[in-house]
C-alpha cells in the first residue's frame, strides 16, 4: 500500500524540528514480514529546522552570525527525509541506523546486506539479504549536503546563504579538475557535483601532480561555457593532468547547517515528543533507544567532522548519536563546516590534492604538532561536553595509502603508537580496497585487476557488535591495527613487497601536509589562500607485508589467511589514462599466486604456488572453513555467515585454478 500525504505537523522551537512534510507512507515489499521485526513501512518527507543561532550548541556552525532570520531570529532551513521502519514498532530492536548519505545516496543496505540498495529501495532486489530490516533496525536517511548532483531521489538539504547586512559575500574557491579520457569540457564542480558559478577568474594551472609546481594555463586557451561552471579548453584537456582554476564566487551556502539537520533529527526520533513520534513513526515514541550513526568514505569523514566540532551536542545538552562508525574514512575530514565549503572534495594521492580534508588533529584524545604548536583531538570536545559516543573507525588496506589512516593510531612522525579511547575501537580489513571487492576480480582502467577481497562479512559482525556495546554495554572485539611497535607500520621504502611478476608498488602514497589556508580558517572557517601553503608534511605510513604481499595485521579475512593471490589496496595509474607513476585512487589489486611449482619457476615468481600450499580443492576448502571459524569465534565474523561464506570457497577456488 502506497500513500501520498501533505501532513505539516509543528513543533515546539527548541527541538530544532519545526515541521515534518510527509510525502508517502507506504507498505515495503507489500506488508511482507522481515522475521521477528515484522512487516516495514516507508516514510518519505521533508523535515524542516529552525535553530538559535546565540544557542551554545550553535555557535559552532561557521558564519551562523551571517545567516537570514525569521520574525522569531531563528534560522531556519529543510532536509529530505528517508524512513524504513517497522510498521509496528515494539518488534523494533530499539536502535536507528541512521547512514550519512554518500553524495546524497542510500548504501548501507548493499553494505550490510549483500547486495541490493539502490536510490528508491521498493523491490526484493533493493533489499539483498534482508539482514537489516530482519533485525529490526529503523533505517534512516538525512539530507545533509546542498551540492549533491542532479538526479531522482538524491538526499538533499536546502540551506539559506551567508549575508553580510543584507549583501552578498565574496570569496575564494579553487577548482581542481581531472580527466582520464580526452575532454574539451569539464565542470568546476567534483564529480558532477554542483559549482559555485564564476565571477571573477582568477587563475588557471595545470601540473603533473599533487606536489608539482604549477604551470598558468594562458587566458587565450580556455574560456567558462555559459552559467559559469564549465571550462572549455578547445585544445583539449590531457588525460592525468591536474588543472586548477581559482576564481572568486559568491552566496556562500552555510554547509554547518547539514550535520545540523542530522543533530536535530536524530535528536528529535530520541527525544521529541509525543506528536512528533505519533506522525512520523507512528507509536515510536519509547521504542527507539539509542542511534548509531554510520559513514562511509565522504560519509565516514563527515562523521569524524560532526565529533571534532561537537556537533554530538543537541540544543538540550544531550547525546545525539550513542556509537559512530567512519567507514573507509582513513585520517580525513573534508569541507562540511566553513565558509564555500564543497563538501565533495576528499583527498586522494592524485585526486582533489590538498584540499582541507587530511589536517590536524587526526587522534580522537588531544594530540600535540611540535611543528606548529596546535594541539587537538577529534573527541576532545564530546569528551569534554560528556556526549561521547562508542566510536568504530573501519579502513581499509586503501586508507593506510590513500587517506592517511596510519595517523589515526600513530604519533604525527609514525614512529610511536598512540592508544586509542577507551570508547573506540579501530579496524583495518587487511588486503582490502576502499570498497566491497568480488572474486574473481574483474580489470578496468588501472593497471591491475580489483582487490577481490570483500570485507562486508566483517562489517555484518561488527555492526552487531555496535549495536550490543551501546545496548548492554558488551565490549565489542578488540581493535586491529597495524602497530609500530611491531613493526607492523613502514614507510614506502621499507615496504617488504616481493619481486611478483609484471607488479610495481607505489612510491607516492598520500601525504597529509601541514596546510595554510589563512589565518581565519581554524577559527573562523574562512579561507583566504588558495591554493594552501603547504608544510612539512606528516608521515605516511602503510601496512607491512608478509613473504607473500598481503599485510600481516588488522583482521585477515579467509582470503588472506588461506591464500589464494597477493591482495593490496592500492593500484596503479596506466599510460592511457595518464599519470603513471601514481596510485589509482580508491582501488586495490588482486594478483593471483602461480598455479603450479613449474608456472612459479617459468615466471620466477617469488611465491608459493596454490600447488605446493593445498592438495587440492578439499584441503583448500576445509583451512578456508577452519579460518572463517577461527574468526567467527573472535567476533569479527558472525557463526551464522560461516556457512554462507565458506560455500563460496569452492568457487574461488575454480576461479583461481581455471583462469
Known amino acids: 500500500m502506497r500513500t501520498a500525504i501533505a501532513l505539516c505537523l509543528s513543533l515546539p522551537a527548541w527541538a530544532g524540528v ?61 532536509a529530505d527525509i528517508f524512513v524504513l521502519k517497522p510498521r509496528d514498532p515494539k518488534l523494533g530492536n530499539g ?97 558532477s557535483h554542483i559549482a559555485y558559478p564564476v565571477i571573477e ?26 552559467g559559469n561552471t564549465h571550462v572549455r579548453m578547445e585544445a583539449g584537456f590531457e ?16 554547509a554547518g547547517l547539514g550535520p545540523t539537520a542530522v543533530r536535530d533529527f536524530i535528536s ?29 568514505s565522504q560519509s565516514g569523514r563527515f562523521l569524524r567532522t560532526f ?74 570536545n564530546a569528551i569534554a561536553e560528556k556526549v561521547a559516543p562508542k566510536v568504530f573507525y573501519t579502513n581499509s588496506s586503501y586508507e593506510y595509502w590513500g587517506r592517511a589512516a596510519a595517523l589515526i593510531h600513530s604519533s604525527l612522525d609514525g614512529k610511536q603508537d598512540v ?32 582487490n577481490g577481497n570483500d570485507y562486508r562479512w566483517m562489517m555484518r559482525a561488527l555492526l552487531v557488535s555496535m549495536n550490543e556495546w551501546t545496548t548492554s554495554g558488551k565490549e ?42 589563512g589565518p581565519d580558517f581554524r577559527t573562523k572557517g574562512i579561507v583566504t589562500k588558495e591554493p594552501p601553503e603547504l608544510g612539512q608534511p606528516f608521515a605516511a605510513m602503510i601496512p607491512q607485508v608478509d613473504v607473500d604481499g598481503n599485510e600481516m595485521a588488522g583482521i585477515r579475512a579467509p582470503l588472506v589467511q588461506v591464500p589464494l593471490a597477493s591482495f593490496t589496496g592500492w593500484n596503479m595509474r596506466t599510460a592511457k589514462i595518464g599519470a603513471v607513476e601514481e596510485i589509482f585512487s580508491m582501488q586495490g589489486s588482486t594478483f593471483l599466486l602461480p598455479k603450479t611449482k613449474a608456472d612459479r619457476a617459468k615466471s620466477r615468481d617469488p611465491r608459493a604456488s596454490i600447488e605446493e600450499r593445498y592438495s587440492g580443492k578439499a584441503d583448500y576448502v576445509a583451512k578456508f572453513t577452519a579460518a572463517a571459524k577461527d574468526l567467527a569465534s573472535k567476533g569479527y565474523l558472525l557463526e551464522g555467515d560461516v556457512a554462507k561464506l565458506s560455500a563460496l570457497s569452492a568457487g574461488y577456488w575454480e576461479a583461481a585454478t581455471k583462469r
Open 18 to 78: 519545526t515541521a515534518v512534510h510527509v510525502i508517502e507512507r507506504s507498505d515495503v515489499l507489500g506488508n511482507t514480514a522481515f522475521g521477528a521485526a515484522g512487516p516495514y513501512e516507508r516514510i518519505v518527507a521533508k523535515a524542516r529546522f529552525a535553530v538559535d543561532p546565540k544557542t551554545p550548541a550553535n555557535r559552532i556552525i561557521s558564519d551562523i552570525d551571517l545567516a537570514p532570520r525569521n520574525d522569531d531570529g531563528l534560522v531556519e532551513f529543510a
Open 95 to 191: 536502535t536507528a541506523l541512521f547512514e550519512v548519505s554518500n553524495r546524497g545516496n542510500k548504501g548501507m543496505m548493499s553494505m550490510f546486506n549483500l547486495g541490493g540498495g539502490g536510490a528508491d529501495p521498493r523491490h526484493a532486489k533493493d533489499f539483498g539479504d534482508r539482514f537489516l530490516l530482519e533485525r529490526g533496525y529503523t533505517l534512516v536517511w538525512v539530507g545533509w549536503q546542498f551540492d549533491v548532483p542532479d538526479g531522482p531521489d538524491k538526499m538533499r538539504l536546502y540551506a539559506p546563504a551567508a549575508r553580510q547586512d543584507g549583501r552578498s559575500i565574496e570569496g575564494l574557491i579553487r577548482a581542481e579538475m581531472i580527466t582520464d579520457t580526452p575532454a574539451k569540457v569539464l565542470p568546476l564542480g567534483d564529480r
Open 201 to 226: 577568474a582568477l587563475q588557471m594551472t595545470v601540473r603533473d601532480r599533487c606536489d608539482a609546481t604549477r604551470t598558468p594555463v594562458a587566458a587565450s586557451a580556455w574560456k567558462l561555457e555559459p
Open 239 to 254: 588525460p592525468g593532468k591536474l588543472y586548477e582554476l581559482v576564481y572568486r564566487a559568491k552566496d556562500p551556502v552555510l
Open 268 to 296: 528529535y526520533l530520541k527525544y521529541g515528543g509525543a506528536k512528533a513520534s505519533l506522525n512520523v513513526l507512528g507509536e515510536q515514541r519509547n521504542h527507539i533507544k539509542r542511534a548509531i550513526g554510520f559513514g562511509t
Open 307 to 380: 565529533l571534532y566540532y561537537g556537533f554530538n551536542r543537541d540544543e538540550q545538552d544531550r547525546k545525539v548519536f550513542d556509537g559512530v562508525w567512519a567507514h573507509v574514512a582513513g585520517g580525513g575530514r573534508g569541507s562540511f563546516n566553513h565558509r564555500f565549503a564543497q563538501p565533495s572534495r576528499d583527498g586522494h594521492p592524485h585526486l582533489n590534492c590538498a584540499y582541507p580534508t587530511d589536517i590536524f588533529p587526526f587522534t580522537d584524545r588531544e594530540e600535540s604538532d611540535p611543528v606548529t604548536g596546535l594541539s587537538g583531538g577529534i573527541l576532545e
Open 419 to 450: 592508544a586509542l579511547d577507551s570508547g573506540t575501537r579501530s579496524y583495518l580489513f587487511a588486503g582490502t580496497q576502499h570498497g566491497p571487492g568480488s572474486f574473481p576480480p574483474t580489470k578496468g582502467a588501472a593497471e591491475n585487476p580489483s
Open 476 to 517: 565489542p572485539p578488540a581493535s586491529q591495527v597495524p602497530l609500530a611497535s611491531k613493526d607492523q607500520l613502514a614507510s614506502v621504502s621499507a615496504l617488504n613487497w616481493p619481486k611478483i611478476p609484471g607488479s610495481r608498488a607505489p612510491q607516492r602514497p598520500q601525504r597529509a601536509y601541514r596546510a595554510d589556508y
